[in-house]
Nanobody, 115 residues
Framework: QVQVVESGGGLVQAGGSLRLSCAAS????????MGWYRQAPGKKRELVAT???????NYADSVKGRFTISRDNGKNTVFLQMNSLKPEDTAVYYC?????????WGQGTQVTVSS
């Protein structure tokens, strides 16, 4: 079992920055990738960024150049640095820990970007 807990959401003006954190605990050695997803009202959950245990990253086109995913292996924590935020980035952001064959999700953290 793996537990993931997000933190760092909030309200920010357009053009501002936020940093999300996701702390993993439990059977962390089973995790082969972690990532951030988001879900806006009335929309499907979508991928934002992922990072593998080897450090390979992947980003949605909509956030490339603005968001950066990173990890602190010593603290079992993944970060999402979000810069140049836009109102369309408003969503609940979820942390994901991918193991085989199970994926684990956090409870989500709200990010609201005002125009």
């Amino acid at each position: 079992q793996v537990q993931v807990v997000e933190s760092g959401g909030g309200l920010v003006q357009a053009g501002g920055s936020l940093r999300l954190s996701c702390a993993a605990s439990g059977n962390i050695f089973s995790i082969n990738a972690m990532g951030w997803y988001r879900q806006a009202p009335g929309k499907k959950r979508e991928l934002v960024a992922t990072i593998t245990s080897g450090g390979k990253t992947n980003y949605a086109d909509s956030v490339k150049g603005r968001f950066t995913i990173s990890r602190d292996n010593g603290k079992n924590t993944v970060f999402l640095q979000m810069n140049s935020l836009k109102p369309e980035d408003t969503a609940v952001y979820y942390c994901n820990a991918h193991t085989l064959p199970v994926e684990y999700w956090g409870q989500g953290t709200q990010v609201t970007v005002s125009s």
